[in-house]
């Protein structure tokens, strides 16, 4: 697990929802979220992306293991690692939209570059 911040949830609801909010942020390209949760999920979303880049069965195991939805591990193989083959990391892009209203969270759209 990359960083220390607990989130305010036990261990495994914490890596339940991390993986979900990888899995969510693959699918779909870019999410809203927490800044704090936004600095979690790039690590483990650029970490699946270089998985996906070196695209071997070893490899696709890992994904596997840390992304929920099968479908989201080939889109991520096929379609995410050919985008990114020239690019060395960084694949990720946080940026600050403000606060929430309800609670003053800091908020975020967390999006792949």
Known sequence: MPGIRKL?????????????????LLDKGNMETTLTRAKEIAPLAEKMITLGKKN????????????????????????????????????????????????AAEMAIIELV
């Open 8 to 24: 305010g949830k036990t261990t495994d609801q914490r890596i339940a929802m991390l993986r979900q909010q990888v899995t969510d």
């Open 56 to 103: 071997t069965l070893a490899t696709r195991r890992q994904a596997m293991s840390f992304i929920t939805r099968e479908d989201i591990v080939t889109k991520t193989f096929k379609e995410l690692a050919t985008l990114y083959t020239e690019r060395n990391g960084g694949y990720t892009r946080i940026t600050r939209t403000g606060t929430r209203r309800g609670d």
